[in-house]
């Protein structure tokens, strides 16, 4: 397994601003929904397009709390990976970077947004699907 995970360097500041802008917790919280949300894009990202690692670090037990088993169970079944592959960490890593720079961008076009709004859209959206 992995020890942490560090985001690019690009997204040291996006995660802190995101953080600050929506209110909804620690910046560990918004890694969290970053990781979800690119999840929830239903896209495979490529290994090859990982980002540096010169941002934002998080101890595993920190980015995903009591709930590893879930945050890394759902990654396993993106990929169709097993807990123990090599790959693991570098796709929750990418997925944590890509939804962060996805938050971000949605914020930036509906600047009024708060981090109430963005979730119950989110949850609007999910629900619209089934």
Same mark, same amino acid.
């Not at 490529?46 to 690692?53: Q, R, V, Y």
């Given at each position: 397994m992995f020890k942490q995970i560090k985001t690019s360097t690009d997204n040291k500041e996006v995660v802190a601003q995101l953080s600050r802008r929506l209110n909804l917790g620690k910046e560990n919280v918004i890694a969290r929904i970053a990781l979800t949300y690119s999840l929830s894009k239903e896209r495979k990202l490529?290994? @090859? &397009?990982?980002? &540096? @690692?010169g941002g934002k670090e998080y101890s595993k037990s920190v980015l995903l709390g009591s709930n590893e088993h879930i945050y890394v169970g759902l990654v396993c079944t993106h990929y169709n990976l097993y807990k123990t592959d090599k790959a693991l960490p570098k796709y929750i890593k990418m997925h944590i970077d890509d939804g962060l720079e996805l938050i971000d961008k949605e914020l930036k076009e509906n600047p009024k947004f708060d981090g109430f709004d963005f979730l119950v859209n989110r949850i609007e959206s999910g629900l619209a699907k089934l």
């Open positions: 490529n290994l @090859a &397009d990982i980002k &540096d @690692a």
